[in-house]
């Protein structure tokens, strides 16, 4: 331990816990850039831009630190100070894990680019900010731009924060300009963590990411006692404990350290392998004389948007599953379990935090591990009531309850739209069409508003964001939480081929919407499938009422037909191009419908939503 010999714990009243939080684009990563550069953690030579964003040093270094919290020595009034920046995910699909990041702090530096105003997600940081009461700082960034316009936006922020205008700081993280002055205000504003040192440890796990070397690295911050390394610990939500092989702090690299006491930031290793035994939001204590309370209410993540992911090439399967565990080991919201599709074969249904995280998930999937994947329409968690009283909870439209439905509850949410005042009618429009309900409208600034609605999750993880984007010119920014359950004429709408059911096609959508995706369907495959020897109906039914019908005629000759003659070696080949194309084929009852048709029917462009754009 001689190594730690010149380290001490930090007393609190010289710790300041602060995180930045900002719309995409707003200049986080670079305000976070100058920051480490200005108080010297990162020498000028080393410093290039966005240096804390980067995962390949991380991985060069054998351990996998999250390097944005960090740890930053400044002086104020001849005191040095320890200001722990912390990072925050920052997007709506993980809005509980940035609220576990924003209880590890005291404050918050709220940025907002000078050009461009407040945008969706800087009010829903906002707002998570202030349910955990957390000092905030507003900062306008990029003033060096010329579109800046710093006293419009000073005047904007000022009203949503609740503060005078001349409060609002004006950097530009690009040139540096005010970022000095900003860290001074974050020593002056933020509150020094307050704890009890000498009760037993309590510590609040706000993040943790795999390691291949070292296993999970937990992220944590010292409500009470201290931390030390050999010690022996306790997860609180599961009663696991765990050696403590190293504790440190990071700066920007990882440092082992004599432990870690109230209010400071750092990480520990106890050498699990998944992260799923330190999760997010768990507290950490001793296992012997441990406290007895935990921090907060700790909360399993739940999946909201359920999706079958299935290998376009079957023998795949076995490849998938064992993706399907890594990427798990690093990733605590993600479950999967094995399902099989009649048509599409054996794949899994998995569990995503929103739409954000299935297409990270399917996107890696696809490169990390050269898969090749069908993943059918997202859908949500439906909770079916009986008339005899049982209750179904509906993740997969195949597991739609038959008889008689009493209720259908189906998750709704509260959305945020910001956009030029332009735009209203056409936002509303598309929000009533997407069974919307309108909460409240409000000004921001002369031209730009706030729209506040409550819509079913099933309807924003279809094609919402796009539509809205494309209504507005991209000027819209959306940002929506869960806000419980409503019940809704929900029916299940199927796709039959020739009187079989397509389990893939299957969907759950509202009564009026009903006709509009079976037709959608219908007239879709009737393009897609080829024709076959005999007539093939396609047909959209609830229940057993059919809502929609397309027919596929028959092929009139087969391949052969057109093989007069004795050309043996020509008929040979058709034969065996024939057998290649059969492979990619799958049976639906009599009907091939080729591997192709799964794909584009299913595909996100005008049925799932994408929405890239957010973070
Ligand atoms: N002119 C100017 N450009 C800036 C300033 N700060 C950031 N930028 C630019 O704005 C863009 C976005 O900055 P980032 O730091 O990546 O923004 P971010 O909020 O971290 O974005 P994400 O990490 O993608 O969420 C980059 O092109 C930056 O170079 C500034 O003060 N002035």
């Known amino acids: 331990m001689s190594t730690f010999a010149d380290q001490t714990f930090t007393p609190p009243e010289l710790i300041r816990n602060f995180c930045i939080i900002a719309h995409i684009d707003h200049g986080k990563s670079t305000l976070a850039d100058r920051m480490l550069q ?41 005191r040095d100070h320890v200001l722990h920046m912390i990072d925050t995910p920052g997007h709506v699909d993980f809005t509980y894990e940035v609220s576990r990041a924003l209880e590890a702090c005291e ?15 800087t009010l829903a940081n906002l707002y998570l900010a ?72 309590r510590a609040m796990i706000f993040d943790s990411v795999y390691d291949t070397y070292r296993g999970v690295v937990t992220y944590i911050r010292v409500v009470d006692g201290k931390i030390t390394p050999r010690q022996r ?50 507290t950490v204590t001793a296992e012997k004389h441990g406290a007895t309370q935990p921090l907060a209410g700790y909360r399993e993540p739940r999946p909201m948007v359920y999706s079958g992911l299935y290998p376009v090439d079957g023998s795949d399967y076995p490849i998938l599953r064992e993706a399907l565990e890594k990427l798990q080991l690093n990733d605590a919201a993600l479950t999967f379990e ?108 002369e031209d730009r508003v706030e729209l506040r609605y409550t819509m079913p999750l099933g309807e924003i993880i ?25 019940d809704a004429d929900l029916v299940k709408v199927d796709i039959l081929l020739q009187g079989e059911p397509v389990d893939a096609f299957s969907a759950i959508v509202h009564k009026d919407y009903a006709y509009a995706y079976g037709t959608k369907m219908a007239s879709k495959l009737r393009e897609l499938i080829p024709r076959q020897q005999f007539e093939v109906p396609i047909q959209a039914a609830v229940g057993a009422r059919v809502i929609a019908r397309e027919t596929i005629r028959a092929m009139r000759k087969d391949v052969l037909a057109k093989c007069y003659g004795g050309d043996i070696t020509r008929k040979r080949k058709l034969l065996e191009k024939q057998k290649e194309g059969k492979k990619r084929m799958k049976m639906v009852g009599r009907v091939e419908v080729p591997q192709e048709a799964f794909v584009a029917a299913l595909s996100t462009d005008d049925s799932g939503g994408k929405d890239k754009g957010r973070k």
């Open 107 to 121: 404050g918050t530096v709220l940025l907002v680019d000078a050009a461009q105003g407040i945008e969706a997600q």
């Open 130 to 201: 202030m349910e955990n009461d957390l000092t905030i700082i507003p900062v306008l960034n990029k003033i060096d731009l010329p579109a800046a316009d710093p006293d419009k936006y000073a005047k904007e922020l000022a009203h949503i924060v609740g503060c005078e205008p001349e409060e609002v700081l004006r950097v530009s993280a690009k040139t540096g300009l005010g970022v000095g002055a900003l860290l001074d205000e974050v020593v002056k504003r933020v509150p020094a963590p307050v704890g009890d040192a000498d009760a037993p440890p």
């Open 462 to 486: 279809f094609d919402f964001f796009d539509a809205l984007k494309s209504r507005t010119r991209g000027y819209a920014s959306l940002d929506y939480e869960e806000s419980g359950e409503q």
């Open 38 to 78: 200005l108080t010297g953690v990162v020498e000028e030579r080393a410093m290039r831009a966005q240096y804390l964003d980067r995962m390949d040093i991380e991985r060069e270094r054998g351990i996998t630190i999250k390097a944005q919290n960090v740890r930053l020595p400044w002086q104020v009034d001849g």
């Open 338 to 445: 094995p399902e099989t599709s009649a048509a599409l074969g054996f794949g899994f249904r998995c569990g995503f935090l929103g739409l954000l995280h299935l297409e990270i998930t399917r996107d890696r999937l696809e490169r990390e591990f050269g898969l090749d994947l069908i993943s059918t329409a997202p859908n949500v968690v439906y909770r079916v009531v009986m008339e005899d009283g049982t209750e179904h909870v509906v993740t997969n439209p195949s597991d739609w309850p038959d008889g008689k439905r009493a209720e259908v509850y189906e998750p709704v949410t509260k959305c945020t739209i910001i956009a030029p005042s332009d735009y209203i009618g056409a936002i509303m429009e598309l929000c009533q069409s997407k069974r919307g309900q309108l909460g409240g409208m409000d000004y921001l600034s």
């Open 233 to 282: 610990i306790r997860m609180m939500s599961t009663n696991a404990t765990h050696e403590l092989l190293e504790v440190g702090i990071i700066s920007p690299e990882p440092k082992p350290s004599v432990g870690l006491g109230v209010g400071e930031v750092g990480y520990l290793i106890t050498g699990v392998k998944d992260v799923r035994q330190s999760k997010v939001g768990d």
